[in-house]
C-alpha cells in the first residue's frame, strides 16, 4: 500500500472514531428519552465534579499533550482517550441528574468536538519536514 492510501485509511480511521462516538454522545439522550432539563435544587453539588473533571484533563490532554505530539500512533491513542473522557463526562452527566444539566450537556458536547481530527491532516513546513497538528513527526 502506498503512503497516500494509508495516509487516507489513517483519516478515516479517525474521523470514524469521532463520529460514532460524539454521534453517540447526542444520539443517546434522544434514544433513550432523557430529558435535558433542570430540575431540582440550582447548587453545584459534588456530583457536578464527576462531570468536570473528566472534561477537563480531556481538553488538558487536546491542547496541551497532543499537539506536541509527533508521531501518529500516540497521538491516536492519546486522541482516543481524551474522547472517551469526554464521552464519559457526557455519560455521568446524563446518568447522575446533576443540576444545571443542559449547561453541563453542552459544555461536554463542545468537549468533543474539540477533538475533530483536523490535527491529522499532515503539510510539509519551509524545511520540507511533516508536521502532524504543528509538530514535526515522522513521515510513514
Given at each position: 500500500?502506498?503512503?497516500g492510501k494509508?495516509?487516507?485509511?489513517?483519516?478515516?480511521?479517525?474521523?470514524?472514531?469521532?463520529?460514532?462516538?460524539?454521534?453517540?454522545?447526542?444520539?443517546?439522550?434522544?434514544?433513550?428519552?432523557?430529558?435535558?432539563?433542570?430540575?431540582?435544587?440550582?447548587?453545584?453539588?459534588?456530583?457536578?465534579?464527576?462531570?468536570?473533571?473528566?472534561?477537563?484533563?480531556?481538553?488538558?490532554?487536546?491542547?496541551?499533550?497532543?499537539?506536541?505530539?509527533?508521531?501518529?500512533?500516540p497521538a491516536?491513542?492519546?486522541?482516543?482517550?481524551?474522547?472517551?473522557?469526554?464521552?464519559?463526562?457526557?455519560?455521568?452527566?446524563?446518568?447522575?441528574?446533576?443540576?444545571?444539566?443542559?449547561?453541563?450537556?453542552?459544555?461536554?458536547?463542545?468537549?468533543?468536538?474539540?477533538?475533530?481530527?483536523?490535527?491529522?491532516?499532515?503539510?510539509?513546513?519551509?524545511?520540507?519536514?511533516?508536521?502532524?497538528?504543528?509538530?514535526?513527526?515522522?513521515?510513514?
Amino acid at each position: 500500500m502506498n503512503s497516500g492510501k494509508q495516509s487516507t485509511a489513517k483519516q478515516i480511521v479517525w474521523w470514524l472514531t469521532w463520529a460514532v462516538l460524539t454521534g453517540h454522545l447526542v444520539l443517546l439522550p434522544l434514544l433513550l428519552g432523557i430529558r435535558l432539563s433542570s430540575s431540582g435544587a440550582s447548587e453545584f453539588g459534588a456530583r457536578v465534579v464527576f462531570v468536570v473533571l473528566p472534561l477537563a484533563i480531556a481538553t488538558g490532554m487536546r491542547w496541551l499533550v497532543l499537539p506536541r505530539v509527533g508521531s501518529a500512533i500516540p497521538a491516536f491513542f492519546l486522541f482516543l482517550g481524551g474522547l472517551i473522557l469526554a464521552d464519559m463526562s457526557g455519560l455521568m452527566m446524563l446518568f447522575l441528574r446533576p443540576p444545571h444539566r443542559t449547561a453541563l450537556y453542552c459544555l461536554c458536547v463542545l468537549g468533543m468536538l474539540q477533538f475533530i481530527p483536523l490535527l491529522i491532516l499532515k503539510k510539509p513546513n519551509r524545511g520540507g519536514l511533516t508536521t502532524v497538528g504543528g509538530t514535526p513527526a515522522e513521515s510513514g
